[in-house]
């Protein structure tokens, strides 16, 4: 089935430095949108780019769409102790109820 | 807020048991997912219910069922657990979705499940 990959696997910064993770999807997309996930605990959702739109913005986080290469990468900008967490991009197909998840990239963020 | 609750963060289970795993949610959502997470294989659908009483298969259906007797319930059932079905569960809601507009999920905190 339709499925994210993200790149890298894990991820460690210093605080204050800025966080990019990739995804990369197979199939046309209706929208992609990026979540966290705090350790053992539920996913959040941080945003939602369409697939007619090529860049959204969070507050410290910048999300850009590539459609033409199947890519999308989330920044984190002026990372924190508390950005410490597991990211995931989700996948939505057209006429389709279901998102499909990538494995996720671990993000570390050294005081 | 949005409040998906399930109902038990933490089972543990013995191999040919039955094991239920509840959810609820309070946004009166239409959709309602059921997927298990594992490390490095991300989260996979199990089963979802587009509304009371419907259900479709998700891509690892195999030895699950699930119910939706209610519209803010979706029960996901372990008819005979197995050890390859330690996981954690992560239920998500959401409200009703053409299927063109497909909208963020709403998840609860999850249900980790140890099968001995």
């Known amino acids: 089935s339709q499925q994210g990959e993200e790149d890298p696997q894990a991820l460690s910064i210093q605080e204050g430095e800025n966080a990019t993770m990739n995804c990369s999807y197979k199939t046309s997309i209706n929208n992609l949108q990026w979540y966290r996930q705090n350790s053992g605990r539920g996913l959040v959702h941080l945003i939602l780019i369409r697939s007619n739109e090529r860049e959204k913005h969070s507050g410290r986080l910048r999300v850009t769409l590539d459609t033409s290469k199947k890519s999308s990468s989330l920044l984190i900008t002026a990372s924190r102790a508390a950005d410490t967490a597991s990211y995931f991009c989700?996948?939505?197909?057209?006429?389709?109820?279901?998102?499909?998840f990538g494995a996720g990239t671990t993000v570390t963020v050294r005081a | 807020d949005v409040k998906v609750t399930q109902s038990s963060r933490y089972l543990v289970k013995r191999t040919g048991e039955k094991v239920f795993l509840e959810c609820v949610q309070d946004?009166?959502?239409?959709?309602m997912f059921w997927y298990r997470q594992d490390p490095g294989l991300g989260l996979r659908l199990i089963y979802f219910s587009y509304d009371v009483k419907m259900k479709e298969k998700g891509d690892i259906p195999e030895g699950y069922s699930v119910s939706r007797e209610k519209k803010e319930r979706f029960s996901l059932i372990l008819e005979s657990a197995s050890t390859n079905q330690t996981s954690m569960y992560l239920c998500?809601?959401?409200?009703?979705?053409?299927?063109?507009?497909?909208?963020?999920?709403?998840f609860g905190e999850g249900s980790r499940l140890t099968v001995l």
């Open positions: 946004m009166d959502h239409e959709n």
């Open positions: 998500a809601s959401r409200p009703w979705s053409s299927g063109r507009d497909t909208g963020e999920l709403f």
């Open positions: 989700a996948t939505a197909l057209s006429n389709d109820y279901k998102l499909s």
